[in-house]
Nanobody, 115 residues
Framework: QVQFVESGGGLVQPGGSLKLSCAAS????????MSWYRQAPGKERELVAH????????NYADFVKGRFTISRDNAKSTVYLQMNSLTPEDTAVYYC????????WGQGTPVTVSA
């Protein structure tokens, strides 16, 4: 079945960086756009970025533009999120999923930005 396993989160100081990974399985990865989402404590889940299936065209939410980079490795069925210049407002659980597909959510990977 379709599965997403997110990893790479942790505790980081403001201004620091993290790189998240999401290993996908159960479908032909290269055929699908992929998205990263996040959910902060007490808030709704929100879209962070997505990447197209073929040429890797990317799109970002305004609140991460210039700081986060989404990428993918189709050979490894993995999508990445490089996060730089992190702020406490980036504290959240981060999830990946196929774009515009109502997949079940994975367990996510928690990111905490704190001094």
């Amino acid at each position: 079945q379709v599965q997403f396993v997110e990893s790479g989160g942790g505790l980081v100081q403001p201004g620091g960086s993290l790189k998240l990974s999401c290993a996908a399985s159960g479908f032909i990865f290269s055929n699908y756009y992929m998205s990263w989402y996040r959910q902060a404590p007490g808030k709704e889940r929100e879209l962070v970025a997505h990447i197209s299936s073929g040429s890797g065209v990317t799109n970002y939410a305004d609140f991460v533009k210039g700081r986060f980079t989404i990428s993918r490795d189709n050979a490894k069925s993995t999508v990445y999120l490089q996060m730089n210049s992190l702020t406490p407002e980036d504290t959240a659980v981060y999830y990946c999923r196929r774009t515009n597909v109502r997949d079940y959510w994975g367990q996510g990977t928690p990111v905490t930005v704190s001094a």
